[in-house]
């Protein structure tokens, strides 16, 4: 198995098509290649959170909108 390259903006293993991250890899991975699910959620006293989904890997996580 061939090593991700690493996002030279944190150092991060970058998940691609070519390298998608492995299910269950651990530490924290960039994806570039996301789209947004469902609706937003008021995150009242803080930003508003927006589910996402890597269209490369499929892992989904939640993340704060600028306020």
Same mark, same amino acid.
């Given at each position: 198995m061939t090593h991700p390259v690493r996002d030279? @903006?944190? #150092? =991060?293993p $970058?998940? /691609?098509?070519e390298h998608p991250m492995p299910k269950g @890899? !651990?530490?924290?991975? /960039?994806?570039?290649n996301?789209?947004? &699910?469902? !609706?937003? &959620? !008021? #995150?009242y006293p803080g930003g508003d $959170?927006? =589910?996402m989904r890597c269209k490369d890997c499929? &892992?989904?996580?939640?993340?704060?909108?600028p306020q």
């Open positions: 030279p @903006a944190n #150092g =991060r $970058l998940c /691609s098509p @890899a !651990d530490g924290y991975w /960039s994806h570039t996301v789209e947004e &699910v469902g !609706d937003q &959620v !008021d #995150g $959170l927006q =589910r499929g &892992v989904e996580w939640t993340t704060e909108l």
